[in-house]
């Protein structure tokens, strides 16, 4: 969509807000503005002009009212743990904090459904239901601080995707401020709704760009009882990728299945306080591989199948096996951090990509032999069991023209191998403002142009999240 030209909030405008909200929950000073201007992406940086902290649905919706009327821009901003830059206010406007919205209104036990709003961390809301037997699966890698709203606006999934879904097979129903201030319910709480189009799917995975949920009916499942955790090396980064495939054809469904090559783990170790994982010189990739259920039985005799797949594809024979919740704690603490190593280490991008798992062992070897011809080096893991890789190219020894000028292109070669793999371009990171120059390999103009119409239908004066996606 092309970019419309903005207001600014002038001092009888803020002067409304201040009323609507109250003037504690109405930041305007710099270093507030700039704190609430980045998330995880990278080192950008985009404050809004003023930033709101709403308490309740009748709140937001005038706040959209006023936005609506005076053309501002209005970015959705929630714990700030994206990595595609779906919350940076780029037209500056009005940033809209989600963070008061922060309750779990009802565990409805008899349903297996929650009702909870955007605002509450994702770990929070796993703990909770987890007490009462009950388990909510979708666990990106920043659960212990991203909220439930982001998780929905991106469509976030995690190692247990692979069994259970992502965040999408998750929610029954929404309530969604529209960009006008008008508040609608995009389906119903029930396991089956086939009554006219399906908004709440349409609403998962936009990006704050049709709407604000305010709140969520999200379905749960029994808690497994019981999980087992392996740690598979291997001396062959494509033979790691290659036996992932196999061990679903064997007709094993692992609970999660966490690729990682070498240098991946090597980072983190290095600069993640209390990371600690001794691996022989000759690895080169691991497999973190865990199964659940309900029958102990039953669980090892899996392990022991996945055992017979890893091993004819020529994995290392000092496999770790987690023999308690410490174990497990500790190899789950060194595959969520590798991010975070990452980051701590250089400057770098990450790209989101996926591809049908029997073709991640030629996504990885293509990733490679694009890094020889940029001259770059990458940090590959991800969710190797449902063919999510995130690759992240390192800056290291390249020049700032070459960054900025020659890096994109091996980005785009890339995205073109991943979509000519079958695969595309984001599977759980999304869009955002990164990679929205990328689109056109992923998508043709018709279908482009019917997500840009879907846009208009909903924000006619393109004010919700602008310049984000397209």
Known sequence: MATKSYNKISEAILKEIFLLVGKDNVLTDEENLINYGHDETENLIFP????????????????MKLAFKNI???????????????????????????????????IDEDNLQVH??????????????????????????????????????????????????????????????????????????????????????LMIGSEGTLGIVTKATLKLIPLPKY??????????????????????????????????????????????????????????????????????????????????????????ENILFAEDEAQKEKLWFIRRRIGEAVKVNSIYKEEDTVVPRYKLPDLLSGVKEIGKKYGFESICYGHAGDGNMHVNIIKGNLTQKQWDNELPLAIREIFQLTVSLGGTISGEHGIGWVQKDYMDIAYQDIELNLMREIKKVFDPKNIMNPSKIF
């Open 48 to 63: 809004p002009e003023v930033l709101i902290k709403p308490a309740n649905v009748e709140q937001v919706s005038k706040i």
């Open 116 to 201: 909870v709003q955007p605002g509450v961390i994702t770990q929070v809301l796993q703990n909770e239901v987890a007490k009462k037997g009950l388990y909510y699966a979708p666990d990106p890698a920043s659960r212990g601080s991203c909220f439930i709203g982001g998780n929905i606006a991106e469509n976030s999934g995690g190692p247990r995707a692979v069994k259970y879904g992502v965040t999408k097979d998750f929610v029954l129903n929404l309530e969604v401020v529209l960009p006008n201030g008008e508040i609608i319910k995009t389906g119903a709480d029930t396991l089956k709704n086939s009554t006219g189009y399906n908004l709440t799917q």
């Open 72 to 106: 501002i821009p209005v970015t959705p901003i929630g714990a700030r743990t994206g990595l595609s830059g779906g919350s940076l206010s780029i037209h500056g406007g009005i940033g809209l904090s989600m963070e008061r919205f922060n309750k779990i209104l009802e």
């Open 227 to 316: 999980n087992k955790l392996i740690l598979v090396p291997f001396s062959s980064a494509v033979d790691a990728c290659s036996a992932v495939a196999s061990i679903f054809k064997a007709g094993i469904v692992p609970s999660a299945m966490e690729f990682m090559d070498r240098n991946a783990v090597d980072y983190t170790i290095k600069y993640i306080e209390e990371a600690e994982l001794e691996m022989s010189d000759n690895v080169k990739a691991l497999l973190l591989i865990e199964v659940d259920g309900n029958q102990q039985e039953s669980l090892m005799d899996e392990i022991q199948k996945v055992l017979e797949v890893v091993e004819a594809h020529n994995s290392d």
